[in-house]
């Protein structure tokens, strides 16, 4: 588009062509209006005004860890859903002892056995509930109505716990996690990961920074100069492809950019409107 030379007093690329060659009159692009480009050209009304948006490659992907399951809960239901795993079983087991239903003759053959036995032994209350909650159902059924009450409230629960477990881990299986680094401008200035910034050298993006007032912008812009910057933006949206890299440029090429290439991914800056 055309920077200006302040050794020379020269510019370059499209703005030289405007001033020096004389048979261009006028040129149709998106070239963004600055105080140094008005001193040198005249532009109509705009037509589009732009914001600047960041460039950035998209995070890869962490390999599923060992205990990924676990996900979908925190660590405070998980405790929770144990202890009530063992509470409820313990129940089971106090209700079927004290119910003279639990206590059933072990062989049928026999009419008066000698003593008679309770299935609700608390091995088998834990084996019983365990079961509900992999939904695979166990021989031992429940006899008494308080033992019947005690598995039907259980099981109900269970049916609400393996339900949103069962949809919780399917979202997080299925859906791709954005980056959680870089939200905005503030975090990639204060950045701890080593993601180096810079925008097109000389370009319209870098002088914002440059003649910026803004505190920020001023910290990023001394940041900036001490880096090399890209010439040109593909080299910018090279660099932040293959390096730790955040590119700055206009949104229209950025989205432009994002829509093309798979590996990349934008973070939009809202108050960085010109």
Same mark, same amino acid.
């Given at each position: ?9 020269q510019?370059?690329g ?6 020096d ?15 140094e ?6 532009f109509?009304?705009p ?10 490659r998209k =995070?890869?992907?962490? !390999?599923p860890?060992?205990l990924a ?6 660590n405070?239901? &998980?405790?929770? $859903? @144990?202890l009530?795993?063992?509470g409820t079983s313990?129940?089971l087991f ?5 119910c003279?239903?639990e206590w059933?003759?072990?062989? =049928?053959?026999i009419e !008066?056995?000698p003593?008679l ?6 091995a088998n209350?834990? &084996?019983?509930n $365990? @079961? ?7 021989e031992?059924?429940p ?8 598995a039907?409230v259980?099981?109900l629960?269970?049916l609400v716990?393996t339900s ?5 881990l399917?979202t997080?299986l299925?859906t ?7 939200k905005?401008?503030q ?5 701890d ?6 925008a097109?050298a ?5 002088k ?6 803004n ?9 900036m100069?001490?880096?090399?910057m890209p010439?040109?933006?593909?080299e910018g949206i090279r660099?932040a492809?293959?390096?730790n890299f955040?590119?700055?440029a206009?949104?229209?090429t950025?989205?432009?950019t994002?829509e093309?290439?798979?590996d990349v ?10």
């Open positions: 588009y055309g920077t200006l030379d302040r050794a020379s007093g510019w370059s499209m703005m030289r062509r405007l001033i060659d004389e048979n261009i009159h006028f040129a149709i692009t998106d070239l963004t209006i600055t105080a480009r008005e001193e040198a050209v005249d109509t009304t037509f589009m005004n732009l914001g600047i948006s960041i460039l950035l =995070p890869t992907k962490p !390999e860890a060992l399951f676990l996900l979908p809960f925190s405070g239901v &998980w405790l929770c $859903l @144990g009530a795993y063992l313990l129940v106090v209700v079927g002892r004290l003279p239903e059933q003759n072990p062989y =049928p053959c !008066e056995p003593a036995e309770n299935q609700f032994t608390l209350a834990l &084996w019983f $365990l @079961g509900a909650v992999l939904q695979q159902g166990s031992i059924a006899a008494a109505y308080g033992s019947r009450a005690v039907s259980w099981w629960f269970a716990i949103s477990y069962t949809a919780n399917a997080l299925s791709e996690t954005a980056s959680e680094l870089i905005d401008v975090d990639l200035a204060d950045n990961q080593g993601i180096q910034y810079g097109k000389g370009g319209a993006t870098y914002f920074f440059e003649q910026s007032t505190e920020l912008y001023q910290r990023m812009y001394q940041t100069k001490e880096q090399p010439l040109s933006n593909p660099k492809l293959e390096d955040a590119y700055f206009e949104s229209t950025i989205e432009y994002v093309r290439l798979c991914t934008s973070v939009s800056a809202p108050s960085l409107v010109r």
